[in-house]
C-alpha cells in the first residue's frame, strides 16, 4: 500500500472556532464546522487529482460532530423544540460521508469509524483488492472553549483534519511513502498517535514505525 498525497490541517483554538468556509475550494450550503473541517482536509489532501469513482471513503472521529450535536440536544431537550431539518441531517455521521462523495464524485463505499485504527486494517483491505482510499481523521472542538475544557480536561484545544490518499501502485506516477509490516497486535504501552505520522510525512526522515494500541506498520519514504 503506498501514500500518494496527504493534508495536515492543524488549527489551535485561541478565542473562537475559526470560520473553516475560508479553507474551501468550492463553499457548500448548510454545512457546518465538522462538515467545513473535514472538506476541507479533503481538498487539500486531493487537489487537483481525478480520484477513481469507486474510491472508499473513511473518516475517523473518536467525538464526532460535537457543535451540531449540542444544538439539536439544546433544541429538543431545554426549548422543548424540533430541531431545523439541517441541523438534524448534519448530526447524522453518513451526511460527512456523502459531502466528500458528491465533492469529489465517487461512487465507492463510505464508513465512519471511532479512530484511526479502526479505519487503517479495512483501507489497507481495499487497497489490496486494487481500490484507492481516502482516508480522513477528523477533531472539532466544541465552540464553548470553557465547556471543551470542562469536558475534555485540555489545556491547549485543537482542531484537525488530517488525510490520507492511499492506493496500490501507480504506474508513471512516484508515491511519497510505502506501508510496510503491517501487523495487527493488541498493546498497553503504545508509543504512537497518528498525528505523528502526518509530522513524519512532513519531515525530512525516511523512515517511521508507527506503534499503535492495535496495529503496527512502517511507513518508508521513496
Known sequence: MYIYSFSNITQIVKDKLSDKKILLNKKINRSDNFINLTLAGAEQCVKEQKLPKDTSIYIASHNGNLNTTLKVLDTIFIQKKLPMPFNFLNTVNSIK???????????????????FESAFPQALVDVRQGKSVLLGVVTEAISDLNLHREKFGAGEIVESSRWLLLSPKIIDRKEIAKVEEFNLQRSTTAKNLEEEIFLFLESDKKEFDFQGKSLSFQLQKS
Do not use: M
Open 97 to 115: 460521508l456523502f459531502y466528500i462523495a458528491k465533492r469529489f464524485e465517487l461512487e465507492g463505499k463510505g464508513i465512519f469509524v471511532d479512530s
